[in-house]
């Protein structure tokens, strides 16, 4: 069982070498198993036990020690606690035991706990431990990398949250939004505010076809739920009409809200949808999320945080721990994406989030990512104040 646990947590078994397999059959039983993992054989004393980590622990693939104890009648197990102490003790190799049981192995616990040594009661526990603590000290002794510091126009941001906070608002709608992200070098798509569909119309000419349309006001925060996106439109007539259908679909919807427009933006190329967000918590600050994008996020919950300011590793590592990593690096003869290019949206919101301290949560969904090389686009996003 702690063999298909350590496998399953991402931990290898070591492979201990020929002298350590001799040394162990000077005293274990021709019956015990002496490739990883050892079995003493379960009439084993404390100085079997013993015997088996002294030489365990010299052999130099062995990183790190699970101790199990399943107990029999005529097992000593506070004498056995007492020799994992004993073996430990000033020993740099990390040690967990695993005794199982509870009334019958309860003082060998209580040793073990005295001594600063962790205990559990089930093996894929103590295996889970040791994998997140191997996980852990990769990340701390890792080579770091910097934390990446943009050129950005952080006066242009703090005016427009100023703007909001003066009228009361928390949440910041797209355009508003697009503004700090602009301020902060995110590649956005061109977007225009229009009031009529008229207006719309000569903004969709100036961009160019197919365009989106998408409902601007301070009320809606989802716009799919009131109708409020229309995606791939093909010209003046198809906007105009696309307008007036939004308006009436608003009005039953969301009667109550106040409208400013909508945006014509840019019809962005296909790629792969990815979302990266950020939202500060009471504890740790800003934390950074990164996962599969669209309108399934909250379903498919594929998704990795980390806490800002955001090293450059520490933002390729969130990139590739999602279990969708895969897509993007190219499958089924789809190109890979241009990972790099999600890399520095995760460190420029890192770097927004530690700045701006009034911002509360960041939602960029989707954000859709291209061919290597051929970087991303935000497609839509929204800033919620504190």
């Excluded at 040791?130 to 242009?156: C, L, R």
């Excluded at 977007?191 to 969709?204: G, K, M, N, V």
């Excluded at 791939?232 to 007036?244: D, I, P």
């Excluded at 740790?284 to 996962?291: D, E, K, S």
Aim: aromatic share 6%.
């Amino acid at each position: 069982m702690t063999t298909d646990a350590a496998i399953k947590f991402g931990l290898k078994l070591a492979r201990l070498e020929d002298a350590t397999i001799a040394e162990l059959r000077k005293k274990l039983p021709v019956t015990s198993n002496f490739n990883n993992p050892i079995d003493v054989i379960g009439d084993a004393q404390h100085d079997r036990y013993e015997w088996a980590m002294e030489q365990i622990m010299k052999d130099k693939n062995v990183d790190s020690v699970i101790v199990l104890l399943t107990p029999q009648s005529v097992t000593d197990v506070e004498d056995i606690a007492m020799s994992i102490v004993k073996t430990v003790k000033g020993s740099k190799i990390p040690v967990l035991a695993c005794f199982m049981g509870i009334v019958d192995v309860s003082k060998g616990i209580d040793i073990l706990k005295d001594n600063n040594i962790p205990v559990y009661r089930f093996p894929e526990e103590a295996a889970m431990t040791m994998a997140a603590m191997y996980k852990y000290g990769q990340n701390v002794f890792a080579p770091k990398t910097e934390v990446m510091e943009y050129k950005v126009n952080k006066a242009i941001a703090l005016k427009v949250i100023e703007k909001a906070k003066k009228d009361g608002r928390k949440y910041l709608p797209e355009l508003e939004s697009l503004e700090v992200f602009n301020a902060y070098g995110f590649p956005t798509l061109k977007s225009f505010l229009c009031s009529t569909p008229e207006d719309a119309a000569r903004r969709a000419n100036e961009i160019g076809y197919p365009v989106v349309m998408k409902i601007v006001s301070p009320d809606i925060i989802h716009k799919i739920d009131v109708k409020g996106v229309k995606v791939g439109l093909e010209s003046e007539l198809e906007v105009k009409g696309a307008f007036a259908e939004m308006m009436q679909n608003i009005k039953k919807l969301k009667p109550e809200a106040k409208i400013w427009g909508v945006n014509i933006q840019e019809c962005a190329k296909r790629g792969e949808e990815v979302i990266v967000g950020a939202k500060r918590d009471e504890a740790f600050g800003p934390l950074i999320m990164f996962g599969l994008g669209g309108s399934f996020v909250e379903v498919m919950k594929d998704v990795s945080f980390s806490i800002a300011p955001i090293r450059l590793s520490m933002a390729q590592n969130m990139i590739k721990s999602v279990k969708t990593y895969k897509i993007l690096e190219g499958v089924r003869g789809k190109p890979a994406c241009d990972t790099d290019s999600i890399v520095d949206c995760i460190c420029r919101l890192s770097q927004l989030m530690v700045e701006c301290e009034d911002i509360a949560e960041v939602d960029m969904n989707p954000i859709i990512v291209h061919a290597k090389g051929e970087g991303c686009k935000l497609a839509d996003a929204r800033i919620i104040l504190k």
